[in-house]
Each structure stands twice: as C-alpha cells, then as structure tokens.
C-alpha cells in the first residue's frame, strides 16, 4: 500500500502569500503617508501662496478725510473768515448806497479787506463841491450803512496802530512834509497825528509835494489806517 509521501510540500507559495500580506500593508501605509505628504505640502503652498491681510493705508485716508474737510469747509461761506466777511459785506452796503442814494455814482469799492480804499475816497473829496457828504452821503443818506460798517470793522490793536501811524509821519517829514506831526496814545488809544491844526489846515494834500510823500509812505500805514492821517 503506498502511503502518501509525508515529505512536506515545498513552502514557497506560503512564503510568498506572507510576503505578500507583509507587503500589502507597507505599500498601503507608504500610499498613505504619500498622500499625507502630498497634502501637507499643498496645505502648506496654499498658507504660503495666502495673500496677506491688507494693512489700512493710513496715507490715504487722511487724504480722504482732509478731502471731505475741505469740502464741508466749502460749503459754509465765510467759513473761518466770518468777521471779515461781515465787515466786507456792510462794506459793500454802504458803497452802493452811497451809488444810489448818497449823490457819489462813482464810489469806490472797499479793499479786499473790507477797508475803504482812502486815497480813491479822498481825491473824489478833494473835487469842487464833492467833499460834502462824503462820509454818509448827501442828506446823511447813508448815515445808518455807515453805523452798520463802524459796528462790523475788526478791532485794531491801538499799539500796532500808534507805532505804524509814527512810523508813517516820520516818513512823511522825511519826504518833504516837514509839518506832519505825530500821533499820540490816550486813554490806550491811538489819536492819529498830521496837520497840526485839523480846524485850520496848513497842509496842502493836493500840492504835487504832499501827494509824492503821502505815495512813497502808504506802506508804513496798516492795513485800515490810510486815509486816518
């Protein structure tokens, strides 16, 4: 009776069937770890490739707000300036009243500053029969306009005014008027100097010499000064 053999089988499918399930995992964790691999670094790209955060443009939005500023500045007239704005509008109430009414058609216009432009009021003064009235018109027409620009003109700080009045006398006697007086200050007010006797003037301001000196010295005189001495 022939036994079957009892040598045992050769054990290479068994060694190859376990080298397969040992190697079966190590791919499949090497696949795994592949992809983590491949993922991290994508996530890490997309972090890197992220645009930051944009920082607030400080630059800008001052300008922005400077800007709008501006405009709302704009829009309210005489803004910052409201004072000069009223003393240069009663101004012009005045003028044209004095057009209309006050009997001088050619009544200057004011200064940009709301001052009377003096040596234009002045030389319409000195015409034949055009001095009266011109302060407040003829008939006081335009006495109640005029109170209006007396009420409205910015104050004048008296000293500034008392020290540019002594500079311009000076240089009215250097330049030939050689009676022009000085102003004095009473009571911290400046008293406007020039001809010594107002009652009985013995100066000329239409003679060639008075009017080249009173030309060359109006700079001396503050803006709202001229025409005061």
Same mark, same amino acid.
């Given at each position: @009776?022939?036994?079957?053999?009892? +040598?045992?089988?050769? +054990? ?30 994508? &996530?890490?790209?997309? %972090? ?6 944009? #920082? ?19 829009? /309210? ?6 004072? &000069?704005?009223?003393? $240069? ?8 009243? @004095?057009?209309?009414? !006050? ?7 004011? &200064?940009? =500053? !709301? ?5 234009? %009021?002045?030389?319409?003064?000195? +015409?034949?029969?055009?001095? #009266?009235?011109?302060?407040?018109? /003829? ?5 109640? #306009?005029?109170?209006?620009? =007396?009420?409205?003109?910015?104050? %004048?700080?008296?000293?500034?005014? $008392? ?27 400046? %008293? ?7 009652? =009985? ?8 010499? $008075?009017?080249?000196? #009173? /030309?060359?010295?109006?700079? &001396? ?6 025409? @005061?001495?």
């Amino acid at each position: @009776m022939n036994f079957p053999s009892t +040598r045992p089988l050769p +054990r290479t499918g068994t060694r190859l069937r376990l080298v397969c399930l040992v190697a079966v995992p190590v791919l499949a964790l090497s696949a795994a770890c592949g992809a983590g691999d491949g993922g991290g670094t994508e &996530k890490v790209d997309a %972090i890197a490739d992220a645009p930051a955060a944009a #920082e607030p443009n400080t630059e800008n939005t001052q300008n922005t707000q400077n800007t709008e500023n501006t405009a709302e500045s704009e829009k /309210k007239p005489g803004a910052g300036s409201s004072g &000069k704005s009223a003393f $240069y509008d009663a101004q012009m109430t005045y003028v044209q009243c @004095m057009r209309a009414k !006050g009997g001088y058609p050619d009544f200057p216009d004011p &200064k940009l =500053s !709301g001052h009377p432009d003096w040596s234009k %009021i002045n030389e319409i003064g000195s +015409r034949p029969g055009r001095n #009266e009235g011109i302060k407040g018109g /003829k008939n006081r027409a335009c006495v109640d #306009e005029l109170t209006a620009v =007396s009420a409205a003109t910015p104050t %004048i700080d008296q000293q500034k005014a $008392y020290e540019s009045m002594l500079a311009h006398a000076k240089c009215m006697r250097d330049n030939g008027v050689s009676r022009f007086i000085n102003p004095t200050m009473s009571g911290g007010n400046a %008293i406007p100097g020039g001809d010594p006797s107002p009652a =009985s003037p013995v100066l000329d301001p239409q003679s060639p010499a $008075y009017k080249k000196a #009173e /030309k060359a010295c109006a700079p &001396k005189l503050l803006d709202g000064l001229d025409g @005061m001495q």
